[in-house]
Protein backbone atom coordinates (compact mmCIF):
# COMPACT_ATOMS: atom_id res chain seq x y z
CA UNK A 1 0.00 0.00 0.00
CA UNK A 2 2.86 2.73 0.99
CA UNK A 3 4.65 1.22 -2.16
CA UNK A 4 1.85 2.30 -4.06
CA UNK A 5 1.35 5.87 -2.72
CA UNK A 6 5.39 6.52 -2.68
CA UNK A 7 5.34 5.52 -6.78
CA UNK A 8 2.45 7.33 -7.39
CA UNK A 9 3.81 10.19 -5.49
CA UNK A 10 7.08 9.84 -7.12
CA UNK A 11 5.76 10.16 -10.67
CA UNK A 12 3.96 13.22 -9.32
CA UNK A 13 6.83 14.77 -8.66
CA UNK A 14 8.87 14.41 -12.33
CA UNK A 15 5.40 15.48 -13.95
CA UNK A 16 6.05 18.67 -11.68
CA UNK A 17 9.68 18.71 -12.68
CA UNK A 18 9.07 18.44 -16.12
CA UNK A 19 6.80 21.50 -15.69
CA UNK A 20 9.42 23.22 -13.66
CA UNK A 21 11.58 22.70 -16.90
CA UNK A 22 9.25 23.72 -19.43
CA UNK A 23 7.23 26.28 -17.99
CA UNK A 24 7.48 29.66 -19.86
CA UNK A 25 7.05 32.34 -17.04
CA UNK A 26 8.87 32.40 -13.89
CA UNK A 27 5.78 31.97 -12.12
CA UNK A 28 5.25 28.45 -13.19
CA UNK A 29 8.42 27.56 -12.02
CA UNK A 30 7.80 29.46 -8.85
CA UNK A 31 4.37 27.53 -8.82
CA UNK A 32 6.18 24.22 -9.97
CA UNK A 33 9.15 24.20 -7.11
CA UNK A 34 6.49 24.89 -4.54
CA UNK A 35 4.08 21.53 -5.79
CA UNK A 36 7.58 19.90 -5.94
CA UNK A 37 8.10 20.85 -2.43
CA UNK A 38 4.77 19.42 -0.84
CA UNK A 39 5.05 16.21 -2.88
CA UNK A 40 8.96 16.03 -1.03
CA UNK A 41 7.12 16.21 2.19
CA UNK A 42 4.68 13.50 1.29
CA UNK A 43 7.34 11.52 -0.29
CA UNK A 44 9.43 11.33 3.29
CA UNK A 45 6.40 10.99 5.37
CA UNK A 46 5.65 7.51 2.99
CA UNK A 47 9.16 6.63 2.98
CA UNK A 48 9.60 7.18 6.56
CA UNK A 49 6.58 4.56 6.61
CA UNK A 50 8.03 2.12 4.61
CA UNK A 51 11.59 2.16 6.01
CA UNK A 52 9.76 1.84 9.55
CA UNK A 53 11.76 5.06 10.62
CA UNK A 54 9.06 7.06 12.64
CA UNK A 55 11.66 10.44 12.77
CA UNK A 56 11.52 10.87 8.70
CA UNK A 57 8.33 13.05 10.11
CA UNK A 58 10.60 15.59 11.80
CA UNK A 59 12.60 16.08 8.49
CA UNK A 60 9.43 15.95 6.59
CA UNK A 61 8.35 18.62 8.72
CA UNK A 62 11.39 20.52 8.62
CA UNK A 63 10.74 20.41 4.82
CA UNK A 64 7.48 22.01 4.59
CA UNK A 65 9.09 25.24 6.45
CA UNK A 66 11.44 25.44 4.47
CA UNK A 67 9.61 25.53 1.40
CA UNK A 68 7.54 27.96 2.05
CA UNK A 69 9.76 30.07 3.43
CA UNK A 70 11.87 29.49 0.10
CA UNK A 71 9.53 30.14 -2.17
CA UNK A 72 8.07 33.70 -0.50
CA UNK A 73 11.78 34.81 -0.46
CA UNK A 74 11.89 33.57 -4.22
CA UNK A 75 8.62 36.12 -4.95
CA UNK A 76 10.01 38.54 -2.94
CA UNK A 77 13.15 38.88 -4.93
CA UNK A 78 11.82 38.52 -8.15
CA UNK A 79 8.93 41.44 -6.91
CA UNK A 80 11.66 43.86 -5.51
CA UNK A 81 14.86 42.56 -7.18
CA UNK A 82 15.94 42.51 -3.61
CA UNK A 83 15.39 40.57 -0.35
CA UNK A 84 16.91 42.44 2.39
CA UNK A 85 16.43 46.08 2.34
CA UNK A 86 13.51 46.66 0.08
CA UNK A 87 12.43 50.39 1.28
CA UNK A 88 15.56 51.30 -0.65
CA UNK A 89 15.25 50.27 -4.18
CA UNK A 90 13.59 51.95 -7.14
CA UNK A 91 10.12 51.24 -8.07
CA UNK A 92 10.44 49.31 -11.37
CA UNK A 93 7.80 49.27 -13.48
CA UNK A 94 6.05 46.39 -13.98
CA UNK A 95 6.24 45.23 -17.69
CA UNK A 96 7.89 41.64 -17.62
CA UNK A 97 5.79 38.97 -18.74
CA UNK B 1 -6.10 -9.84 13.10
CA UNK B 2 -9.12 -8.42 15.30
CA UNK B 3 -12.24 -6.89 13.44
CA UNK B 4 -11.20 -3.58 14.67
CA UNK B 5 -7.66 -3.73 13.24
CA UNK B 6 -9.04 -5.29 9.52
CA UNK B 7 -11.06 -2.16 9.56
CA UNK B 8 -8.07 0.32 10.26
CA UNK B 9 -6.49 -1.05 7.69
CA UNK B 10 -8.81 -0.98 4.89
CA UNK B 11 -9.62 2.57 5.73
CA UNK B 12 -5.89 3.64 6.38
CA UNK B 13 -5.39 1.72 2.80
CA UNK B 14 -8.55 3.87 1.02
CA UNK B 15 -7.40 7.25 2.39
CA UNK B 16 -3.69 6.95 0.77
CA UNK B 17 -4.38 5.03 -2.15
CA UNK B 18 -7.09 8.04 -2.81
CA UNK B 19 -4.43 10.90 -1.33
CA UNK B 20 -2.26 9.38 -3.81
CA UNK B 21 -4.65 9.54 -6.48
CA UNK B 22 -5.48 13.55 -6.13
CA UNK B 23 -1.79 13.97 -5.87
CA UNK B 24 -1.08 11.94 -9.61
CA UNK B 25 -4.06 14.02 -11.05
CA UNK B 26 -2.68 17.16 -9.15
CA UNK B 27 0.68 16.65 -10.71
CA UNK B 28 -0.89 15.95 -14.49
CA UNK B 29 -2.79 18.80 -14.66
CA UNK B 30 0.09 20.76 -13.74
CA UNK B 31 1.82 19.07 -16.75
CA UNK B 32 -0.76 19.44 -18.84
CA UNK B 33 -2.48 22.65 -18.53
CA UNK B 34 -2.62 25.29 -20.78
CA UNK B 35 -1.96 28.77 -19.23
CA UNK B 36 -0.46 29.37 -15.43
CA UNK B 37 -3.70 30.72 -14.37
CA UNK B 38 -5.00 27.03 -14.94
CA UNK B 39 -1.87 25.19 -13.20
CA UNK B 40 -2.84 26.94 -9.73
CA UNK B 41 -6.06 25.21 -10.10
CA UNK B 42 -4.32 21.70 -10.81
CA UNK B 43 -1.11 22.41 -8.04
CA UNK B 44 -4.10 23.39 -5.39
CA UNK B 45 -5.97 20.29 -5.93
CA UNK B 46 -2.96 18.13 -5.19
CA UNK B 47 -1.92 20.20 -2.31
CA UNK B 48 -4.96 20.33 -0.50
CA UNK B 49 -7.11 16.86 -1.43
CA UNK B 50 -3.99 15.08 -1.88
CA UNK B 51 -2.03 15.95 1.47
CA UNK B 52 -5.16 15.82 3.65
CA UNK B 53 -5.97 12.26 2.56
CA UNK B 54 -2.65 10.46 2.68
CA UNK B 55 -1.39 12.26 6.19
CA UNK B 56 -4.97 11.22 7.61
CA UNK B 57 -4.40 7.85 6.03
CA UNK B 58 -0.96 7.85 7.99
CA UNK B 59 -2.48 9.12 10.90
CA UNK B 60 -4.73 5.98 11.23
CA UNK B 61 -2.34 3.92 9.92
CA UNK B 62 -0.01 5.31 12.91
CA UNK B 63 -2.96 5.01 15.44
CA UNK B 64 -2.38 6.85 18.53
CA UNK B 65 0.86 8.25 19.35
CA UNK B 66 3.70 10.45 18.93
CA UNK B 67 3.45 10.04 15.02
CA UNK B 68 0.16 10.30 14.46
CA UNK B 69 0.66 13.66 16.62
CA UNK B 70 4.00 14.66 14.30
CA UNK B 71 1.31 13.93 11.49
CA UNK B 72 -1.30 16.49 12.59
CA UNK B 73 1.11 18.85 12.99
CA UNK B 74 2.45 18.51 9.44
CA UNK B 75 -0.69 18.63 8.25
CA UNK B 76 -2.31 21.57 9.84
CA UNK B 77 1.37 23.53 8.93
CA UNK B 78 0.64 22.60 5.22
CA UNK B 79 -3.23 23.26 5.46
CA UNK B 80 -1.55 26.99 6.61
CA UNK B 81 0.86 27.86 4.16
CA UNK B 82 -0.48 25.46 1.03
CA UNK B 83 -3.40 28.35 0.11
CA UNK B 84 -0.95 31.05 1.39
CA UNK B 85 2.06 30.22 -0.74
CA UNK B 86 -0.58 29.72 -3.97
CA UNK B 87 -2.07 33.16 -3.18
CA UNK B 88 1.31 34.90 -3.03
CA UNK B 89 2.36 33.39 -6.37
CA UNK B 90 -0.72 34.41 -7.98
CA UNK B 91 -0.75 37.84 -6.71
CA UNK B 92 3.62 38.23 -7.26
CA UNK B 93 2.26 36.73 -11.12
CA UNK B 94 -0.88 39.09 -11.42
CA UNK B 95 1.07 42.37 -10.20
CA UNK B 96 3.55 41.63 -12.90
CA UNK B 97 1.47 41.99 -15.04
CA UNK B 98 0.34 38.12 -16.58
CA UNK B 99 -2.78 37.96 -17.51
CA UNK B 100 -4.82 34.46 -18.40
CA UNK B 101 -5.15 33.56 -21.73
CA UNK B 102 -8.60 35.38 -23.50
CA UNK B 103 -8.44 38.21 -20.61
CA UNK B 104 -9.83 41.41 -22.27
CA UNK B 105 -9.95 44.88 -20.34
CA UNK B 106 -12.63 46.44 -21.45
CA UNK B 107 -15.56 46.70 -19.44
CA UNK B 108 -18.26 48.43 -21.88
CA UNK B 109 -20.54 45.90 -22.66
CA UNK B 110 -20.61 45.57 -18.27
CA UNK B 111 -24.63 45.04 -17.97
CA UNK B 112 -24.26 46.86 -14.07
CA UNK B 113 -20.94 49.35 -14.08
CA UNK B 114 -20.17 49.13 -10.22
Known amino acids: ?97 | MSGWQLFVEILSWVLISAGSFFVLVGAIGVYRFPDFWTRLHAASVSESAGVILMLSGMIIQAGWGLIAVKLLIIGVFLFITGPTSTHAVANAALVSGLRPKNYDDDTSDDPDPA
Open chain 1, 1 to 97: MFSLAAIAVFAAMFLVLARLIKGPTLYDRVLAVNAFGTKTVLFIGVVGFLAGRPDFLDIALLYALINFVGTIAVLKFFRYRAIGDVMWTPQKKENNK
